[in-house]
């Protein structure tokens, strides 16, 4: 029995990525209310359950690649990793968002040899 599995978690760890690259779609944005009494956005995607609490770099990431207009990020893809990051004073595993790479638009060849 894997113990994390028992008690899962409402938002999206570092450990979650297992150490690799995740290409996930964005579903929608929320405001939560945190365990501090804070209200925080949220980001939601496609096929997880978790949802990633969002800090200002990774708002500011979003921000940068789709606008200011949480309500305009639905259906964009994104790149989640596993990165150092400094947390109060610590250095720690957290999650940081990119932009996802950019699929090549399908070749027309007009001039088939055959």
Not at 53 to 70: Q, S, Y
């Amino acid at each position: 029995m894997n113990i994390r599995e028992q008690f899962p978690s409402t938002w999206l760890k570092a450990s979650d990525l297992n150490g690799s690259n995740h290409t996930v779609t964005i579903e929608r944005v929320e405001s939560a209310k945190m365990g501090d009494d804070t209200t925080k956005p949220v980001v939601y995607f496609q096929n997880r359950n978790a949802g990633l609490v969002l800090n200002k770099t990774n708002a500011a990431i979003l921000d940068d690649l789709f606008g200011p207009e949480t309500e305009s990020w639905s259906g964009k893809a994104v790149v989640m990793r596993s990165e150092k990051v400094s947390f109060q004073g610590q250095i720690v595993d957290g999650i940081r968002l990119g932009a996802a790479a950019e699929q090549p638009a399908p070749q027309i060849v007009d001039d088939v040899p055959f």
